[in-house]
């Protein structure tokens, strides 16, 4: 467990903003800064991070939280890995109050899985360095590939010897459980149970998450006996989703925001190549057809992507089709074209970084443009074949949301595809109302109207409790809330002196039962701290290790909207401001609170009134709800005099 102290000092060096901004672009806003959820996929941002509270809130989706929970939400790491992750972050020290071995069981299943990774990474790199085959032939390997020692430790290059159990025997001698290596797909099972390594024989590549810990592994062999795969990858795990990966993207990331694009190309020799010519802002979806996911990856960091071919046509074409998502999901996407038999890794290591770059700057071209120009030169004179090129370049556009970009494509393309600006005009309108109709069918499909008044009376009786749950937990939240903001204030009003709002309302709802679990799981923090002689303040809440009453808090502490400075002069629209009369808001929510509670009481008596048949039980019964009618009709009178004053 890591200490309190620790803690400390790791959330006090923490800026949220530099954190977050490590995997969401980030633009200023106000006092807030605002970017597209990493959670959900949006084109309007609805992402906020506030520095002066040191919190997040995803309105798409709700989460929200510090900048712990967010590393939480986005990497699933556990509250432990974030803090660490920070504490390497900022250069901070950790502190555990027992030693955990990370090279034994863990109890963490996903942790565990890690660990073995890390484990592998480090095995296969030591042989590689280390080990006379490593060193004569995966070493060698990598020098003639032009990566120098620096480039193979960053990526941490390795290679597994071609023995049938060096890896793994070595793992279950350091205590590695056989489970881990047979998910994490480091070894295999053979039929008598006993296991084997995947990757004899090869040079490994490590895959990184965003976050930089090995989650898989790339390997290739170096036999040229055509039976044997040329790459071995690691199967999907809990921790490798090859669909959400991109090799390269933890190394290139920062250098993806600074520059606003990213380079993106087939093969992990050509990431590690163009990053070490000092281009680093490179990807690569490691043979696989990019995805929806890894794109949303990029769009993080910018909203330009360049992807770098090899000259090969074939595999262009093939690819041209799927590329079409990157302009669904809002992205610019230019083509650079490398001359035969030249991939980017080749190219780099015989020209060289400047020659590179001036090629990438003069060929360049958008994507749009260059589908046009190929399908075009492949359908000739073709008029059949010609007519599909126009519909097929149209689709494309009409894959684009901003209609503006789809204006200028339009205009560029009808003279590139010698055809009248209308007629694309024409197609790209009839595509866009085919798709108008069918998000419209859908939305018809998927909407449930509310019911009526008259429906309620059909409603089973659990359905008519939580329309008064509802009620009351919004009750119980705004007293949570004011808390947050104005616990640690002064009283100043009726003369009160020397007293703080939070203890005064802790005090006044004292004989109030809270329902709803997290806020009166809350209420027993705060008056428990009250009691210690403590006011506790948002940020004890913000880090508190009940992931409940962190999403609460911060849904309290935030909002999607703010107010203008300048907009009663625009609108002469005046919105009153809680604070300048706080008796009628911390008074009016506690006595809101009770006046539903009581209530509730009285809906419970009437019910109870109704199926009692002895006269002495009603007539109890009777009173109690004569009274709780007083205490009601005292409260409701109190509300007035207190919101009209």
């Known amino acids: ?20 901004g490590e995997f969401v672009q980030l633009k200023k806003r106000g006092a807030n800064y605002v970017g597209l959820s990493p959670f959900a996929n949006e084109r309007t941002p609805s992402f906020t991070v506030s520095p002066a509270k040191g919190i997040f809130k995803d309105f798409s989706t709700g989460k929200g939280g510090s900048a712990v929970t967010f590393l939480m939400e986005l990497e699933k790491f556990t509250y432990p890995e ?10 901070i020290e950790v502190e555990e109050t027992v030693d955990t071995s990370e090279n034994l069981e863990e109890q963490n299943h996903r942790e565990s899985l890690m660990i073995v990774s890390g484990f592998a990474a480090k095995f296969f790199h030591e042989s590689l360095l280390d080990s006379d085959e490593g060193q004569s032939i995966g070493l060698s390997y990598f020098k003639e590939r032009g990566f120098n020692s620096e480039t193979i430790k960053k990526f941490e290059l390795g290679y597994s010897p071609d023995q049938w159990e060096a890896f793994t025997g070595e793992a279950i001698k350091q205590g590695y459980q056989e489970q881990y290596l047979v998910e994490s797909g480091l070894s295999v099972k053979r039929d008598n149970g006993s296991l084997y390594d995947r990757y004899r024989g090869r040079v490994m590549f490590p895959i990184h998450s965003f976050t930089g810990r090995v989650i898989a592994f790339g390997g290739r062999t170096l036999k040229s006996d055509k039976n044997v795969p040329k790459y071995v990858n690691s199967p999907e795990s809990e921790i490798y989703h ?7 993207l933890y190394f290139a990331k920062r250098a993806i925001r600074e520059e606003d694009n990213c380079y993106l190309v087939e093969g992990y020799a050509d990431v590690i ?15 696989t057809s990019l995805t929806s996911e890894q794109i949303r990856l990029i769009g993080r960091l910018t909203k330009n992507i360049t992807i770098l071919y090899d000259g090969d046509a074939a595999g262009i074409k093939a690819s041209l089709r799927g590329l079409d998502m990157i302009l669904e999901e809002g992205l610019n996407v230019k083509v650079v074209l490398f001359p035969d038999g030249h991939d980017p890794d080749s190219f780099v290591q015989k020209f060289g970084t400047s020659a590179f770059k001036t090629h990438v700057d003069k060929n360049k071209k ?4 260059y589908k046009t120009d190929m399908l075009l030169k492949d359908a000739g004179t073709d008029p059949i074949k010609r007519a599909g090129v126009i519909r097929e370049i149209v689709e494309s556009i009409a894959k684009i949301p901003d209609s503006i970009k789809q204006s200028v494509f339009i205009k560029e393309c009808s003279s590139q595809l010698q055809i009248d600006e209308r007629a694309l005009l024409s197609e790209l309108n009839k595509m866009r109302q085919a798709k108008a109709r ?25 359905q008519v409790q939580e329309k008064v749950s509802a009620e009351s937990d919004t009750q119980e939240k705004e007293i949570v809330r004011l808390l947050l903001l104005y616990g640690n204030k002064m009283i100043d009003w009726d003369g009160i002196a020397n007293t703080y709002i939070g ?20 209420m027993e923090i705060y008056r428990q701290e009250v009691e210690n002689g403590i006011l506790p303040e948002e940020q004890h809440f913000i880090h508190h290790k009940d992931k409940a009453i962190v999403d609460m808090v911060v849904t309290l502490l935030t909002t999607k909207y703010v107010l203008s400075e300048n907009w009663y002069d625009m609108h002469k629209i005046l919105v009153s401001d809680e604070q300048a009369n706080m008796k009628a808001t911390i008074l009016g929510a506690i006595f809101h609170l009770k006046k539903q509670k009581v209530g509730k009481i009285l809906e419970g008596l009437r019910k109870e009134l109704q199926t009692t048949t002895a006269e002495a039980d009603q007539e109890i019964l009777l009173n109690q709800y004569m009274h709780m009618k007083k205490v009601e009709k005292t409260i409701s009178d109190y509300l007035g005099s207190v919101i009209l004053k």
């Not at 200490?3 to 959330?11: A, C, E, H, S, Y």
């Open 438 to 462: 069918k998000d419209s069918q859908n939305q018809q499909n998927s909407y449930r109207p509310e019911p009526s008044p008259e429906d309620l009376l059909f409603f089973d009786e659990p």
């Open 242 to 248: 090859k669909s959400n990966v991109l090799y390269g």
């Open 273 to 287: 190549s163009v990053h070490q010519a000092g281009i680093e802002n490179v990807v690569a979806s490691s043979g």
């Open 503 to 522: 203890p005064f309302m802790v005090a006044e709802l004292s004989d109030v039962d809270f329902e709803q679990p997290v806020t009166k799981h809350f």
């Open 1 to 20: 467990m890591i200490t309190k102290p620790t803690i400390d000092r790791i959330m006090e060096a923490t800026d949220i903003v530099e954190v977050i």
């Open 366 to 369: 958008d994507f749009i443009l």
């Open 82 to 91: 974030a803090l660490k992750w920070l504490a390497k972050k900022y250069g």
